[in-house]
């Protein structure tokens, strides 16, 4: 009787029925903040040719926690698949730009040399994605290049959202915001760049079609088995929506809801090596809760077993009423897949200043 009252609380309170939540995860590194250190958030990951996993993240000082305030990218190492990690951040890429650097995606590339994504931030009309490259394992990094030379303006890139085609194109999606009249505009046009050199140079797709009041943000893509690309996409209305590629990226669909629900903030999506299925982390609540605008919890897991059509073996891993989590980079290591993403706190004013890794059994996820 009492679990059929709790599960009756949670979809009167929140308007989806939440997974059960399972023990199959366990936290490796939590980031809280310190002095001179008020955020740490959005990063990704990489494994070294030495077995080691590097970890990059956004690391804030000063006093502010905006997206805005100065910050530098930092990295931590795990020796043991992810278990521990180093106590001591090494500097990766010192602040750039009049107002920080962020949002890291990290990439193993074909030809066997690391690529190192973020975007730096000048100001709210100038923020572009760079692109670094290591030939030594991160030990150093090229100097930076722009991966956008076509257009001016601010653009979005999430952290963990570029990828490798299996004919080798380089591919990421990016939001672009327009200030009108010196106001923030929410929604973004979407656009996709790919390269065919290996980063050398970059061309943009098509803006994906949205003839509706829907706001876009943050997109992300995979490849599917067929070929076609799925972007994923931060939305109002309720849901993640999709927009699907049949030319690598050239040009889009329309938008269209997936059967992911959803309040407006990001998911992260990736293919899990050992099964070929799709791994989805995302916030599973449809956003229809008046008190908690955009709340963003439970964070959830789910498998596909058809490239995106259907999603089984829900789980919540982070059920915390009040909790913020987002900004999700997900990273297969043998049997496991880590987790690293932002777990703060509403009440507490954390949202976004607290970065977590968790590890989670791989084979326990299809229980």
Request: glycine share 6%; net charge positive; aromatic share 8%.
């Amino acid at each position: 009787m009492t679990k059929l009252i709790f599960c009756t609380l949670l979809l009167l309170t929140f308007g989806t029925v939440w997974a059960q939540t399972d023990p199959v995860s366990s936290v490796a590194l939590q980031l809280n903040p310190r002095d001179n250190n008020p955020r740490n958030s959005e990063g990704d990951f990489i494994t070294l040719k030495d077995g080691r996993i590097l970890f990059v993240y956004s690391h804030y000082t000063g006093a502010s926690t905006s997206d805005h305030a100065p910050a530098y990218l930092a990295g931590r190492f795990s020796s043991d698949g992810g278990k521990t990690w180093t106590d001591q951040d090494q500097l990766i890429v010192a602040k750039e730009g009049d107002m920080n650097v962020m949002s890291v995606s990290l990439l193993r590339l074909q030809n066997g040399k690391i690529a190192l994504f973020y975007l730096k931030k000048n100001s709210e009309q100038d923020c572009i994605p760079m692109m670094r490259i290591s030939t030594d394992e991160a030990k150093t990094w090229s100097a930076p290049t722009p991966c956008i030379t076509d257009k001016a303006g601010y653009f979005v890139l999430n952290n963990n959202r570029v990828i490798q085609l299996k004919n080798g194109r380089l591919l990421m999606a990016v939001a672009q915001h327009q200030s009108l009249g010196g106001k923030w505009q929410n929604k973004a046009t979407l656009y996709s760049y790919y390269s065919d050199d290996s980063g050398t140079t970059w061309k943009s797709g098509e803006a994906v079609p949205n003839t509706t009041e829907i706001i876009t943000q943050e997109p992300g893509v995979v490849e599917l088995k067929n070929g076609t690309i799925m972007m994923f996409i931060r939305s109002s209305g309720g849901a993640q929506q999709l927009s699907y590629s049949k030319d690598k990226g050239q040009t889009w669909s329309h938008i269209e809801p997936s059967s992911l629900k959803s309040p407006l903030s990001p998911a992260s999506i990736a293919r899990i090596p050992s099964t070929g299925d799709l791994l989805v982390v995302w916030n599973n609540n449809d956003g229809s809760n008046p008190e908690i605008k955009d709340m963003r919890t439970p964070l959830t897991v789910a498998i596909s077993k058809d490239d995106g059509k259907t999603w089984q073996h829900i789980r919540n891993i982070e059920t915390d009423p009040q909790g913020w989590y987002c900004y999700i980079a997900i990273h297969f290591v043998k049997k496991d897949v880590l987790l690293s993403y932002c777990a703060g706190n509403r009440i507490q004013k954390s949202h976004l200043s607290i970065t977590r890794i968790n590890r989670l059994n791989l084979a326990k996820l299809y229980q």
